[in-house]
């Protein structure tokens, strides 16, 4: 008789810093690197830009939470434009380090699961191209803690043309893009409730894909 042995996939935590461990986003010189996403000027200036923008709208006085920030490479540059700013992510060397590069009275690290843990008060959450690595039941366990927010910046990288939207994957550090899907948290399974949303930037990759970052009014 054979026993088939279940596969439990890997808990994210470990997934993620396994990631940043080999390397898996490039930057083979960097000590935490969150992928060209997070560095090509053609790709982060114009978000850089839009957000700004819608910030400053505000006069500046939008309290921030970025979840999955990453190497903070594209959160430095929002981090003046807000009233204070909590950065979250689940690899801890990288809140570490983010924590000895990253200066000012209003910014805060935190090491924490978005998926599982409480998150902070905020007016405004940013989450870039973080739901496009994860499965679709913690896409929906952070949309459930997102009711409080009053604005969402979401950023994903999804195909160009017609696709089949939340094709469930397990998390890992390529997205949804070779199953020809990408997240769109409007449509099944989410169906997420919002008053208004905006599309603020959208930066065509390549004939396949685009990122696009729209703006959702909770
Ligand atoms: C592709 S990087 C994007 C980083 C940053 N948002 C940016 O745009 O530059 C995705 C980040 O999400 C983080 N992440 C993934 N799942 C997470 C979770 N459940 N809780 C907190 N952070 C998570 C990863 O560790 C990684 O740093």
């Known amino acids: 008789m ?37 560095h090509d000027t053609k790709i982060i200036q114009p978000y850089i830009d839009a957000v700004i923008l819608f910030l400053k709208s505000h006069n500046n006085q939008l309290s921030v939470c970025d979840l999955g920030c990453g ?22 060397g990288l809140i570490e380090r983010n924590r000895q590069l990253f200066n000012a009275d209003h910014l805060t690290f935190k090491c924490q699961d978005i998926a599982q843990d409480d998150l902070p ?16 039941q913690e896409i929906q366990q952070i949309l459930d803690k997102l009711t409080d927010y009053k604005y969402l910046i979401l950023t994903e990288h999804i195909p160009i043309g017609n696709f089949t939207p939340n094709v469930d994957i397990i ?10 899907s990408g997240v769109d948290v409007l449509v099944e399974p989410f169906n997420f409730v919002v ?7 959208e930066v065509l ?12 009014t909770l």
């Open 71 to 92: 190497d903070f490479n594209v959160g430095k540059e929002l981090v003046p434009f807000a009233k204070a700013y909590v950065a979250i992510d689940i690899v801890e």
């Open 121 to 136: 008060k905020a007016n405004c959450v940013i989450i870039r191209q973080v739901f496009q690595h994860l499965s679709n």
């Open 195 to 201: 008053k208004e949303f905006e599309v603020i930037n």
């Open 205 to 216: 990759l390549d004939d396949n894909s685009r990122i696009m970052t729209t703006l959702f």
């Open 171 to 180: 998390a890992n550090s390529q997205n949804r893009l070779k199953h020809h």
């Open 2 to 38: 054979t026993s088939k042995k279940s596969k439990d996939p890997w808990p994210t935590k470990a997934v993620m810093e396994q990631i940043y461990q080999e390397h898996f986003w490039g930057g083979e010189d960097s000590d935490f690197y969150s992928g060209e996403g997070s």
